[in-house]
T-cell receptor, first 115, second 111 residues
Framework: GAVVSQHPSWVICKSGTSVKIECRSLDFQATTMFWYRQFPKQSLMLMATSNEGSKATYEQGVEKDKFLINHASLTLSTLTVTSAHPEDSSFYIC???????????FGSGTRLTVV | GQNIDQPTEMTATEGAIVQINCTYQ??????LFWYQQHAGEAPTFLSY????GLEEKGRFSSFLSRSKGYSYLLLKELQMKDSASYLCAVRDRTNAGKSTFGDGTTLTVKP
């Protein structure tokens, strides 16, 4: 089966600093990756769609200058949370589709805590 | 846009059968997915329906009626480890294939 590797699993950072989260598709090529954010006891909220070799498409209300997405290769997409604030503390999850009938394969998620 | 509704919480007994319903409204349906998510973990894929009918996969089955905008996930022979959140997601044909997730149904399995 398809595997998406996401790192780091958890990170604590100081307010005002930046954090980079990486997602790699290990055994398939992911032309598209999706980045989600999930607050406690809430559902997954799509932040942006990452396309290899082009600019990401952001959902309404998501600041593209704050959440920088880079999809430089078919196996790697990164999300950088810039100038993080406590309200950015959340569970960030990437996903990709390797086969239309299989749905998303999710990364293991990154729990970000901004102090 | 898409609108997905599913119950917030359900409780069932170990060994029993439980059905989790999902209703949706979408402008461009291209498949419905069910995912399982344990607390603190990422979701894992359970099932996929794009045509009407029942898809069976071991203890889990999923049903779809496109005309009614309705799906259900059926879990048989419940085990304690089935306690989790179950997410219904609808893929959009017209919007880069992205999926919209329901708020999830938290299932608690009791002994």
């Amino acid at each position: 089966g398809a595997v998406v590797s996401q790192h780091p699993s958890w990170v604590i950072c100081k307010s005002g600093t930046s954090v980079k989260i990486e997602c790699r598709s290990l055994d398939f090529q992911a032309t598209t990756m999706f980045w989600y954010r999930q607050f406690p006891k809430q559902s997954l909220m799509l932040m942006a769609t990452s396309n290899e070799g082009s600019k990401a498409t952001y959902e309404q209300g998501v600041e593209k200058d704050k959440f920088l997405i880079n999809h430089a290769s078919l196996t790697l997409s990164t999300l950088t949370v810039t100038s993080a604030h406590p309200e950015d503390s959340s569970f960030y999850i990437c996903s990709a589709t390797w086969q239309a009938t299989y749905g998303y394969t999710f990364g293991s998620g990154t729990r970000l805590t901004v102090v | 846009g898409q609108n997905i509704d599913q119950p917030t919480e359900m409780t069932a007994t170990e060994g029993a059968i439980v059905q989790i319903n999902c209703t949706y409204q979408t402008s461009g349906f291209n498949g419905l997915f069910w995912y399982q998510q344990h607390a603190g973990e990422a979701p894992t894929f359970l099932s996929y329906n794009v045509l009407d009918g029942l898809e069976e996969k071991g203890r889990f089955s999923s049903f779809l009626s496109r005309s009614k905008g309705y799906s259900y996930l059926l879990l048989k022979e419940l085990q304690m480890k089935d306690s989790a959140s179950y997410l219904c997601a609808v893929r959009d044909r017209t919007n880069a294939g992205k999926s919209t997730f329901g708020d999830g149904t938290t299932l608690t399995v009791k002994p």
